[in-house]
């Protein structure tokens, strides 16, 4: 299960790559477009890539210790407390973005039930981008829940490993 998990957390993360290396290509193209005197609109798919790339690079950035978290607390806190303090943070952190990620999946799917198209040139479906959102936003609650189950069993919870190098020291 491990292995499972560590490789849905790398996988997110290089699909979230994969979207940021898409906008660099749609402002290529746009820009080559215009050195040869045609019109590309990059914008729209642009800011579609953006969203996918945040939410599904959301996962991966907690797993390796990126995100803001509570440690300027925690790390004033020892033993129970501090257990406390993380697993009640993780839970929390869980409930809410599955709150939202259910609500994202819903959204999507009333998307695509009611055909909805983006207003742009490309006439993108709506559902394709939010779906990317929904993604990232299920694998970030399942992240969450795997470090609230590492902390509760007095395992190192995965964004661990890398607080050294977030504090700086």
Same mark, same amino acid.
């Given at each position: ?8 957390? &790398? @996988?997110?993360? #290089? ?5 940021? !290396? *898409?906008?660099?290509?749609? %402002?290529? +193209? ?52 501090? &257990? @406390?303090?993380? #697993? ?5 952190? !869980? *409930?809410?973005?599955?709150? %939202?990620? +259910? ?52 395992? &190192? @919870? ?12």
């Amino acid at each position: 299960m491990r292995t499972f998990l560590n490789g849905l957390y &790398k @996988a997110s993360g #290089l699909a979230a790559a994969c979207f940021l !290396a *898409a906008i660099a290509l749609a %402002v290529v +193209v746009q820009v080559a477009g215009r050195v040869w005197g045609m019109t590309v609109d990059s914008t729209e798919i642009s800011g579609f890539f953006m969203a996918a790339s945040t939410f599904l690079g959301l996962a991966y950035t907690f797993r390796e210790g990126g995100h803001i978290r509570i440690e300027l607390l925690a790390s004033r806190l020892e033993g129970a407390a501090r &257990k @406390a303090l993380e #697993l009640w943070s993780c839970l929390v952190g !869980a *409930a809410l973005t599955g709150y %939202v990620s +259910v609500y994202a999946v819903i959204f999507a799917y009333e998307s695509h039930e009611f055909n909805d198209i983006s207003p742009g040139v490309l006439a993108i479906p709506f559902w394709i981008p939010q779906a990317g959102m929904a993604a990232g936003l299920l694998i970030l609650t399942v992240a969450l829940l795997d470090a609230a189950w590492q902390v509760a069993h007095g395992r &190192k @919870a995965g964004y661990e490993h890398n607080e050294d190098a977030v504090l700086g020291e």
